[in-house]
C-alpha cells in the first residue's frame, strides 16, 4: 500500500501519518502526501506528473486565494485533480422533501407535487487534501429568492449546467475531509468505511453504518461513456449550508473528461440497510429512478463557501 491511501477499500488507511493543525483541530494526513507538502498551494507541475491525472491545464487558469475560515487560514479553491462520480436521481414527492428543507429553501419541481433526490458516490483519486471517498444523498432546491415557477428554474439549470441542492447526509473516509467539511463549510460530515469503484462498465458503492453493517450499497452498470476535451464539459453545483449563524452557499465546477447518462436506466440496485443514509432516503419516499450519471473521469473545483442573505 503507497502512501497516497487507499481509496478503493474502506476507510482511507496510510502506513505513515504526520499530525496538522485545522483550525482549533489537529488531524492526521498522509506523510509526503501533497496536503503534507504544500498545504493547499500544490505543485501543479508536480501534479501532472502523477499517471492519474489526466492534465492540470484547467486548474491554471483558476489562481487560488487566502481567506480565513473555521479551520484557519486556507486556500480556496480545493482541487481535486483525478475523480470518478456516479449521482442516481430520483423522483419523490415534494411534501416529503419540504419535511427535510429548512424553512428558507423549496424543492426544485419536475411537475406539479413532484421533486428530485439524489445518491451520489464520490471517489477522489488524487487532491490538495489527498485520497478519500465519500457519499451524498441531497435533494435539489430553486435558488433562493426565485419566485416564478419552478419549471422555469429546472429549465434554466439544465440549461446553464448549474443546479443547486441541500445535502442531508456526507459521509467521507478521511478525518481532514471530515473536519474541513463540517466546520469549514457546515456540511453533515462523518467518517465511516466507504468502497466506491466507478470503470468504465461497473458502478459500485458501499457505505458502513457505525457499528461497521450495511448503511447503503448501489450497484450498476455503467453508462456509456463519452469523451470530452478539458473544459468543454463544465457544470456547476451551489450547495446551501446554515453555520455560524447564517446562511452560505458553496459553489463548485466540476469538469467531465469522460462521462455519461442514462435517462429510466435499468439494473440499478439501491439497497437500504440500518444507518443515516438510509434513514435519509427513507424519509424521502423516492417514488422512481429517473437519471444515472457517471463520470468515470473528471476534475472539480471546490471553493469555499461564501454568507447569503436568505
Known amino acids: 500500500m503507497s502512501n497516497t491511501g487507499?481509496?478503493?477499500?474502506?476507510?482511507?488507511?496510510?502506513?505513515?501519518?504526520?499530525?496538522?493543525?485545522?483550525?482549533?483541530?489537529?488531524?492526521?494526513?498522509?506523510?509526503?502526501?501533497?496536503?503534507?507538502?504544500?498545504?493547499?498551494?500544490?505543485?501543479?507541475?508536480?501534479?501532472?506528473?502523477?499517471?492519474?491525472?489526466?492534465?492540470?491545464?484547467?486548474?491554471?487558469?483558476?489562481?487560488?486565494?487566502?481567506?480565513?475560515?473555521?479551520?484557519?487560514?486556507?486556500?480556496?479553491?480545493?482541487?481535486?485533480?483525478?475523480?470518478?462520480?456516479?449521482?442516481?436521481?430520483?423522483v419523490a414527492p415534494t411534501h416529503r422533501l419540504r419535511?427535510?428543507?429548512?424553512?428558507?429553501?423549496?424543492?426544485?419541481?419536475?411537475?406539479?407535487?413532484?421533486?428530485?433526490?439524489?445518491?451520489?458516490?464520490?471517489?477522489?483519486?488524487?487532491a490538495d487534501?489527498?485520497?478519500?471517498?465519500?457519499?451524498?444523498?441531497?435533494?435539489?432546491?430553486?435558488?433562493?429568492?426565485?419566485?416564478?415557477?419552478?419549471?422555469v428554474d429546472l429549465l434554466a439549470a439544465l440549461k446553464n449546467k448549474h443546479l443547486d441542492s441541500y445535502v442531508l447526509s456526507l459521509p467521507v473516509t478521511t478525518d481532514i475531509a471530515q473536519v474541513r467539511g463540517h466546520?469549514?463549510?457546515?456540511?453533515?460530515?462523518?467518517?465511516?468505511d466507504i468502497d466506491v469503484e466507478i470503470t468504465p462498465t461497473?458502478?459500485?458503492?458501499?457505505?458502513?453504518?457505525?457499528?461497521?453493517?450495511?448503511?447503503?450499497?448501489?450497484?450498476?452498470?455503467?453508462?456509456?461513456?463519452?469523451?470530452?476535451?478539458?473544459?468543454?464539459?463544465?457544470?456547476?453545483l451551489t450547495s446551501y449550508t446554515q453555520f455560524n449563524g447564517g446562511w452560505h452557499g458553496t459553489f463548485n465546477q466540476t469538469n467531465a473528461l469522460a462521462s455519461g447518462s442514462q435517462f429510466l436506466p435499468r439494473g440499478i440496485e439501491l439497497t437500504l440497510g440500518t444507518g443515516r443514509l438510509s434513514d435519509d432516503v427513507r424519509s424521502l419516499a423516492p417514488i422512481r429512478t429517473l437519471m444515472f450519471d457517471v463520470m468515470t473521469s473528471g476534475q472539480l473545483a471546490l471553493h469555499m463557501p461564501r454568507v447569503l442573505a436568505l
Open 6 to 90: 487507499k481509496t478503493t477499500g474502506t476507510r482511507t488507511t496510510q502506513t505513515q501519518q504526520v499530525e496538522v493543525p485545522l483550525g482549533p483541530r489537529t488531524v492526521q494526513v498522509p506523510k509526503g502526501g501533497l496536503y503534507d507538502r504544500y498545504r493547499m498551494q500544490t505543485d501543479l507541475d508536480e501534479v501532472a506528473r502523477d499517471p492519474r491525472v489526466p492534465g492540470v491545464d484547467w486548474f491554471r487558469d483558476q489562481p487560488k486565494t487566502e481567506v480565513q475560515s473555521n479551520i484557519g487560514p486556507t486556500f480556496t479553491p480545493n482541487f481535486y485533480y483525478a475523480i470518478s462520480t456516479a449521482r442516481l436521481v430520483m
Open 99 to 126: 419535511r427535510r428543507l429548512p424553512d428558507e429553501l423549496d424543492p426544485l419541481e419536475i411537475a406539479p407535487g413532484l421533486g428530485l433526490a439524489s445518491v451520489i458516490l464520490f471517489r477522489y483519486d488524487v
Open 129 to 151: 487534501i489527498d485520497a478519500y471517498n465519500e457519499v451524498a444523498v441531497g435533494i435539489a432546491v430553486r435558488p433562493p429568492h426565485h419566485g416564478g415557477l419552478g419549471t
Open 183 to 192: 466546520d469549514g463549510y457546515g456540511f453533515p460530515k462523518w467518517v465511516t
Open 202 to 236: 461497473r458502478t459500485y458503492g458501499r457505505v458502513a453504518n457505525d457499528n461497521g453493517g450495511l448503511d447503503l450499497e448501489l450497484t450498476a452498470p455503467t453508462p456509456t461513456q463519452h469523451t470530452h476535451r478539458s473544459g468543454t464539459a463544465v457544470s456547476a
